[in-house]
């Protein structure tokens, strides 16, 4: 896994300015969207005191560490100083010829950390979920990512979230909620056994790009989705206490409430144009209550 820890992920931009005979800007070039491009290699960097501290079953992730450094060149020195100039009074009066000669040895240092696995992925085994997906389809969904892509990022959604449903087990609950500047509840949250995966497929497949955007609405819905699943499996609500009060009731309950994780996935091309009035229901305090 590889996490650049600022300026641009890649360099799409410049290459589609030379794809169309244009001079890109030097803004749209970094290192950083070169190198996350690449694999890096941190697997083979473990030191053999790494593999001494980490050698213990306890030690679930290992992390390893490369370095890299490399030196500033001439023009990208010159272009910055120019970007300087055109930006800063003062960097205009001295002008970018200047302090070239101490400039000549600047460099610039890289650290990539890995995590490596310390464990059997495939003896691993996941709790059951609680599954509510929440899927964007205004109408900036209709577009697709780039001017070399085909596929709407709306048909794209649609696949991801079809190709999800067959890691579910029966034993998963699981929701879809679709948005625009409204929400729709595609499935009310039920286990999968008890839902037509098909017909649902079927359902999510046609659903197609319209109106505005409100994330927050979305989410919020979500949320209220749970809320009621869990009211509906609390053992002391009315259609629950008979059946606590039994031993089969009271196991129900316990594995309910230890062996189900709650997921929310929310897919979005992420352009709202639609935001909550109250700053309690902002999209990010919600998410800092449910967490």
């Not at 031993?247 to 129900?252: I, L, M, S, V």
């Not at 189900?260 to 992420?270: E, H, P």
């Amino acid at each position: 896994m590889l996490c650049m820890a600022g300026g641009a992920k890649d360099i799409n931009t410049f290459r589609k300015q030379v794809d169309a005979n244009a001079l890109p800007d030097v803004s749209t070039i970094t290192y950083e969207g070169i190198f996350n491009e690449y694999y890096f290699d941190t697997l083979t960097n473990i030191k053999n005191d790494d593999e001494k501290q980490y050698s213990t079953a306890e030690q679930l992730m290992i992390p390893t560490y490369c370095f890299a450094r490399t030196k500033v060149p001439a023009p990208l020195r010159k272009a910055q100083k120019l970007a300087a100039a055109a930006a800063d009074t003062t960097a205009t009066q001295t002008g970018p010829g200047t302090n070239d000669e101490e400039s000549e040895d600047q460099f610039e240092y890289f650290m990539n950390v890995g995590l490596n696995e310390n464990f059997d992925v495939n003896a691993m085994k996941r709790n059951n979920l609680n599954l509510m997906i929440v899927l964007d389809h205004s109408g900036s969904m209709g577009s697709p990512f780039d001017y070399k892509s085909k596929e709407s990022k709306m048909k794209v959604a649609n696949e991801a979230v079809i190709a999800l449903f067959s890691q579910l087990t029966d034993e998963d609950r699981l929701g879809v909620l679709k948005f625009d500047n409204q929400f729709t509840i595609v499935q009310p949250m039920a286990l999968v056994k008890n839902i037509n995966m098909e017909e649902l497929s079927s359902t999510v497949r046609q659903i197609k790009e319209n109106g505005g955007t409100n994330m927050e609405m979305a989410y919020k819905a979500a949320t209220q989705c749970y809320t009621q699943l869990f009211e509906s499996i609390a053992p002391d609500t009315p259609s629950k206490t008979k059946q606590a009060d039994t031993e089969e009731g009271k196991d129900n309950d316990k594995q309910d409430a230890q062996n189900y994780s709650n997921r929310i996935i929310f897919l979005t091309d992420a352009m709202p144009n639609s935001y909550a009035s109250n700053s309690d229901d902002s999209l990010l305090k919600m998410m800092q209550r449910n967490a």
